[in-house]
Nanobody
Framework: QVQLVESGGGLVQAGDSLRLSCAAS????????GGWFRQAPGKEREFVAA????????YYADHVKGRFTISSDNAKKTVYLQMNSLRAEDTAVYYC????????????????????WGQGTQVTVSS
């Protein structure tokens, strides 16, 4: 059984930074790609960022590009999301996910390509 556990969320002010972590356990391999999605109140869950299985490629949604950075530590089975210059519109529940397909930009932007999901962590940015 695979589990993904997010941490690092919280309440911050606009302009602040947060780093989210997603720790994986169970039969999940370093060949899995990692992704972050978010869901704001009243909105659908949307893609934020993804990283290929070897960390060689990263992909971002336009609205976070230049502010957020996704990274991974395969030895720790952990994926990170560094979020800088946070805005009120970044307020959402952030979910991490793992995909066995490993890579492919167009696929990693799609929620249905992911096999495992975390429970989510709340990020609230006050303006």
């Amino acid at each position: 059984q695979v589990q993904l556990v997010e941490s690092g969320g919280g309440l911050v002010q606009a302009g602040d930074s947060l780093r989210l972590s997603c720790a994986a356990s169970g039969r999940i391999f370093s060949t899995y790609a990692g992704g972050w999605f978010r869901q704001a109140p009243g909105k659908e869950r949307e893609f934020v960022a993804a990283i290929s299985w070897n960390g060689g490629r990263t992909y971002y949604a336009d609205h976070v590009k230049g502010r957020f950075t996704i990274s991974s530590d395969n030895a720790k089975k952990t994926v990170y999301l560094q979020m800088n210059s946070l805005r009120a519109e970044d307020t959402a529940v952030y979910y991490c996910a793992a995909a066995h397909l490993g890579s492919g930009e167009s696929r990693l932007r799609r929620q249905r390509e992911y096999d495992y999901w975390g429970q989510g962590t709340q990020v609230t940015v006050s303006s």
